[in-house]
């Protein structure tokens, strides 16, 4: 897993790359240039939650946006999502309502207000996790934002931006075999297929381990206090995935994998072709607090 640190010429780079794929026509995201696939920005801050565990709202918006407008090359929050999306745009924000560890409705405030800054009246915005197939935003969307915590999981190993899709098919049990091994096969359904701009893989109060469906137990939780933040969603659940790895044997004082293997992550790069896999092909940039990192 590459590091990278930001200089004046990466700077550049990127924010001529913007403006051509702009000039083209055509978002960001798509763009052919390297320099936007496989990046990962991952931004921790200290006093994101509070000693009663609530959410620094002032933070988390600061947060969103230093990792937005550095994945993106610019300065400017308003600007950095004019470049993901556009006025007439529909956009359907996928969450993930798991009561024990749920998308904040923190982090989704900060994601509606840019959106609307971005020029996309209200009516055209919604949030939604589970009803998404009877969601008039989701079903006529041109544009998704996928945003959802990061948790180890009963079926497929872990629980990150691959799997947040699986409430789009009708029939969810019909990727549960084999370890859940070809949830990248979700991400070429017609109602998702190419519309996603950007995805927020939660790294707050991360779930590492489990001892069975549905199984919650705040012990195997940490304050991490971070938001990995990226175009390629494989490459953030592998990133998320090589932090678990890390944080368990940090745990349990000796290697731990994770039961079931998450192999459905490396399968969304190498059968499916949606994503980057392999860590040292990934351009990770850490933004903010160091301490506790693990990932260095």
């Given at each position: 897993m590459k590091e990278h640190i930001i200089t004046r010429r990466d700077f550049l780079k990127s924010a001529a790359a913007a403006s051509l794929?702009?000039?083209?026509?055509?978002?960001?995201?798509?763009?052919?240039?390297?320099?936007?696939?496989?990046?990962?920005?991952?931004?921790?801050?200290?006093?994101?939650?509070?000693?009663r565990g609530k959410i620094n709202q002032k933070i988390i918006q600061q947060m969103i946006d230093e990792a937005v407008t550095t994945f993106i090359g610019t300065d400017n929050p308003r600007e950095a999502w004019k470049k993901f999306i556009k006025p007439t745009d529909i956009v359907g924000i996928k969450s993930n309502v798991w009561s024990y560890l749920p998308t904040p409705k923190e982090i989704e405030n900060v994601l509606i207000m840019r959106i609307q800054e971005a020029g996309v009246p209200q009516k055209n915005i919604d949030i939604d996790d589970r009803g998404v197939l009877s969601n008039k935003i989701f079903l006529n969307s041109t544009a998704l934002i996928n945003v959802r915590p990061l948790r180890t999981h009963h079926w497929s190993g872990i629980g990150g931006c691959i799997k947040n899709y699986v409430m789009f098919t009708p029939r969810p049990a019909d990727y549960h075999p084999d370890s859940c091994a070809d949830l990248g096969a979700l991400w070429k359904l017609p109602i998702v297929k190419d519309k996603t701009r950007l995805n927020f893989l939660l790294l707050l109060t991360p779930q590492f381990h489990h001892l069975g469906a549905h199984h919650f137990d705040s012990k195997y939780t940490w304050q991490y206090k971070g938001i990995l933040v990226g175009t390629d969603p494989v490459a953030l659940d592998a990133v998320g995935l090589r932090l678990f790895e890390l944080k368990r044997r940090e745990y349990f004082k000796e290697e731990s994998p994770i039961r079931p293997s998450a192999k459905h992550v490396a399968l969304a790069d190498t059968r499916h072709k949606i994503g980057t896999s392999n860590l040292k092909e990934i351009d990770l940039v850490k933004l903010g607090w160091r301490e506790g990192i693990l990932l260095d």
């Open positions: 794929g702009l000039s083209l026509g055509l978002p960001t995201y798509l763009q052919s240039d390297k320099l936007y696939k496989s990046k990962v920005v991952l931004i921790r801050h200290p006093d994101v939650i509070d000693a």
